[in-house]
């Protein structure tokens, strides 16, 4: 099993103990509404509370917005300040500093994040839902140092903002907006030559894993890079090649291995089999650098109308996960947190998740991972069309595909969802190529994975064709896709979608068809917010609704999954299985049973 580091933010690349520092934890912090921090030099000295009327502490990664930080102001605050004192002890090696480098990573931030080292500019970066680092080698020194932090944020419909609100109030399916910093933040000391990325992907066919490796090094003349596979501490296969550029790619042949009475291990929601997998970058046998990684083989593939997972059908009992907590909104309270809704929506019967309008911290696509979690990976939208939303969305989506490439829990790319910053897709020759061009891009980058555009209706060159659907009875249901789905497909019915199918100008080519959206039954006993359709007032109420469309989808054979909405409420919305405390509102072995009960015509090929 795989070297695994509790709380290690980035569980998939990992370099052992002592090479990480997290930095979550108290910091000081300050409201800076007249923007006056900059000419001020709060980068060089922090202003104390005397000083500045908003200066206080708060509790990272939670934002300022939330019970969590201490702070709680939900109300607009467009620049933040972070500033806390860090003690670096230096590597050393035979009594002389080892000459490593120095990381500060941000596993999330938004949205312009400018970060300073010792009153030293350090680099800064655009974007909530990507990651990002900076080398501060340069600016750090043994001793105390200052790392201080600016977030700039807006209600700027251009840049990518998922569920987070536009507004002074909650509205519609909108939530509190998140401000500054929301997902861990750390260090990491990197050797000088070093193994900077790793893409992984498995050919099932051929039973090999291709790697890709960027190596950064002063010099690349003597240096080797060697991958290690085993399976269950079991060796599998040794690789061993030149690196003496930048970019080295080689293969694993799992198949011919020497443990091949082992037999190809696939990954799948039944059975989630990894291996484990450790690099190493050589100088005359001397290993510079060593990081230890994992991965699983698994294909997943369309032909014709249907969804292949290892060559399989796959009927994906999918459920919308947004990812709110109550105290802490978008950021999860902690690892233990993630666990249990994964533990929790298994429990309810479904083999996977709809991560709608947010990129989760990447420790729930690790146990997503280890517990066979099929996962939709989708990216935050904007609310406009305009040059800078293009750019924003575009810049940001290529960086998060490359991020999460190596899960395979993942296995769908959901870039648009239901014409958000698209709105006049279905007839505008612009928006239509905009699309067009995220899914190819997506698609060279990752070949492998399906992409829907966009999700919900209004496709244009789709994978998947995905409806939303939230009619309250089965039979209706049943009634509208059972005999009526083909003119759905082809944009001759709309019947109780918002929107056709498909685009202006684009056909139904036979591809396979989820009902990616339904359900979001209201159900709780205050009598406060809000659901799809009629609120139900019982736990009977709930179950019968919840069967009789659920059931009603998986009879129709032309339909290939399901996603419920959704695991929780979230804030205003009372439409989850389980409450805001994660407490399920019925029982999750009721839920179960209908989900997993075989019903004729379910997905017949």
């Given at each position: 099993?795989r070297?695994?580091?509790?709380?290690?933010?980035?569980?998939?690349f990992?370099r052992g103990m002592?090479?990480w520092?997290?930095l979550?934890?108290?910091?000081d912090?300050?409201?800076?509404d007249?923007?006056?921090?900059?000419?001020?030099?709060?980068?060089?000295?922090?202003?104390?509370?005397?000083?500045a009327k908003?200066?206080?502490?708060?509790?990272?990664?939670?934002?300022?917005?939330?019970p969590?930080?201490?702070?709680?102001?939900?109300?607009?605050?467009d620049?933040v300040?972070?500033?806390r004192n860090?003690?670096l002890?230096?590597p050393k090696?035979?009594?002389?500093?080892s000459?490593k480098r120095?990381?500060?990573r941000?596993?999330?931030?938004?949205?312009?994040?400018?970060i300073?080292v010792?009153?030293?500019?350090?680099?800064?970066?655009d974007?909530?839902?990507?990651r990002?680092?900076?080398d501060?080698t340069?600016?750090?020194?043994p001793?105390d140092n200052?790392i201080?932090?600016?977030?700039?944020?807006?209600?700027?419909?251009?840049?990518?903002?998922?569920?987070?609100?536009?507004?002074?109030?909650?509205?519609?399916c909108w939530?509190?907006?998140?401000?500054g910093i929301?997902?861990?933040?750390?260090?990491?000391?990197?050797?000088?030559?070093?193994?900077a990325?790793?893409?992984?992907?498995?050919v099932?066919a051929?039973?090999r894993?291709d790697?890709?490796?960027?190596?950064?090094a002063?010099?690349?003349?003597g240096?080797?890079?060697?991958?290690?596979?085993?399976?269950?501490?079991?060796?599998?296969?040794?690789i061993?090649?030149?690196?003496?550029?930048?970019?080295?790619?080689?293969?694993?042949?799992?198949?011919?291995?020497?443990?091949?009475?082992?037999g190809l291990?696939?990954?799948?929601?039944?059975?989630p089999?990894?291996y484990?997998?450790?690099?190493?970058?050589?100088r005359?046998?001397?290993?510079?650098d060593?990081?230890?990684?994992?991965?699983?083989?698994?294909e997943?593939?369309i032909?014709?109308?249907?969804?292949?997972?290892?060559?399989?059908?796959?009927?994906?009992?999918?459920i919308?996960?947004?990812?709110?907590w109550?105290?802490?909104?978008?950021?999860?309270?902690?690892?233990?947190?993630?666990?249990?809704?994964i533990?929790?929506?298994?429990?309810?019967?479904?083999?996977?998740?709809?991560k709608h309008?947010?990129?989760?911290?990447?420790?729930?696509l690790?146990?997503?991972?280890?517990?066979?979690l099929?996962v939709?990976?989708?990216?935050?939208?904007?609310y406009?069309?305009?040059?800078a939303?293009?750019?924003?969305?575009?810049?940001?989506w290529?960086?998060i595909?490359?991020q999460f490439?190596?899960?395979?829990?993942?296995?769908?790319?959901?870039?648009f969802?239901?014409?958000?910053?698209?709105p006049?897709?279905?007839?505008?020759?612009?928006?239509q190529?905009?699309?067009?061009a995220?899914?190819y891009?997506?698609?060279?980058?990752?070949p492998y994975r399906?992409?829907?555009v966009?999700?919900?209706?209004?496709?244009?060159?789709?994978d998947?064709?995905t409806l939303?659907d939230?009619?309250?009875k089965g039979e209706?249901f049943?009634?509208?896709?059972?005999?009526h789905l083909?003119?759905?497909?082809?944009n001759?019915l709309?019947?109780?979608?918002?929107?056709p199918?498909?685009a202006?100008?684009?056909?139904?080519r036979g591809?396979?068809?989820?009902?990616?959206?339904?359900?979001?039954?209201?159900?709780n006993?205050?009598?406060?917010?809000?659901?799809y359709?009629?609120?139900?007032s019982?736990?009977?109420?709930?179950?019968?609704?919840?069967?009789a469309?659920?059931?009603?989808?998986?009879r129709?054979?032309?339909?290939?999954?399901?996603?419920?909405?959704?695991?929780?409420?979230?804030?205003?919305e009372?439409n989850?299985?389980?409450?805001?405390?994660?407490?399920?509102?019925?029982?999750?072995?009721?839920?179960?049973e209908?989900?997993?009960?075989?019903?004729?015509?379910?997905?017949?090929?």
């Open positions: 099993m070297c695994y580091e509790a709380g290690h933010p980035r569980p998939q990992t002592g090479s520092e997290n979550d934890g108290l910091w912090f300050a409201f800076d007249e923007d006056k921090g900059v000419p001020e030099g709060w980068f060089r000295s922090f202003p104390t509370a005397q000083v908003a200066a206080r502490k708060i509790l990272v990664p939670f934002t300022y917005e939330t969590k930080s201490g702070v709680g102001d939900s109300g607009r605050h620049a300040w972070y500033h860090v003690t002890d230096f090696q035979n009594g002389k500093q000459g120095l990381f500060l941000f596993e999330g931030s938004d949205y312009h994040t400018d300073w010792n009153g030293s500019f350090a680099g800064s970066h974007g909530g839902y990507a990002f680092s900076f501060i340069h600016l750090a020194r001793g200052e201080t932090v600016r977030v700039e944020d807006s209600f700027d419909l251009a840049q990518p903002r998922g569920k987070q609100r536009w507004r002074e109030e909650n509205f519609g939530y509190v907006q998140t401000t929301w997902k861990t933040v750390w260090l990491e000391w990197v050797p000088e030559e070093h193994i990325a790793v893409k992984m992907t498995p099932l051929w039973g894993l790697i890709e490796c960027e190596v950064c002063g010099r690349y003349d240096l080797e890079l060697e991958a290690l596979v085993t399976y269950e501490g079991r060796f599998i296969t040794k061993t090649v030149s690196a003496e550029k930048k970019r080295v790619s080689l293969e694993a042949d799992l198949v011919s291995a020497a443990a091949s009475e082992w291990q696939t990954w799948s929601p039944d059975h089999r990894l484990d997998i450790a690099f190493r970058l050589l005359d046998g001397t290993a510079l060593e990081a230890a990684s994992y991965f699983g083989m698994r997943i593939r032909s014709g109308s249907h969804i292949l997972l290892n060559g399989e059908p796959l009927y994906q009992r999918l919308l996960d947004q990812g709110y109550k105290d802490s909104h978008l950021t999860p309270p902690d690892e233990a947190a993630l666990i249990a809704d533990d929790n929506v298994m429990a309810a019967g479904y083999n996977g998740v709809r309008q947010k990129t989760e911290d990447e420790r729930f690790y146990w997503a991972d280890v517990k066979g099929l939709w990976s989708e990216m935050a939208a904007t406009q069309f305009n040059d939303a293009v750019t924003n969305f575009t810049r940001e290529m960086e595909v490359p490439y190596n899960h395979p829990s993942i296995i769908v790319w959901t870039p969802n239901e014409s958000w910053g698209i006049r897709v279905a007839t505008d020759a612009t928006q190529r905009f699309t067009e995220i899914y891009l997506t698609k060279s980058y990752d399906p992409v829907i966009n999700d919900g209706w209004e496709h244009t060159v789709s998947i064709i939303h939230y009619e309250e209706n049943w009634e509208r896709y059972g005999e083909e003119n759905i497909l082809k001759r709309c019947h109780n979608l918002a929107k199918a498909l202006d100008g684009y056909e139904y591809k396979p068809v989820i009902i990616s959206e339904f359900g979001g039954i209201a159900f006993n205050t009598g406060a917010g809000w659901g359709g009629n609120k139900v019982t736990k009977e109420d709930f179950l019968q609704r919840f069967d469309i659920t059931t009603a989808i998986k129709v054979a032309r339909i290939c999954g399901y996603c419920y909405t959704q695991v929780t409420d979230v804030q205003q009372i989850g299985i389980m409450d805001m405390d994660r407490n399920f509102k019925v029982d999750p072995g009721a839920l179960k209908i989900n997993e009960r075989n019903v004729s015509n379910l997905y017949a090929i």
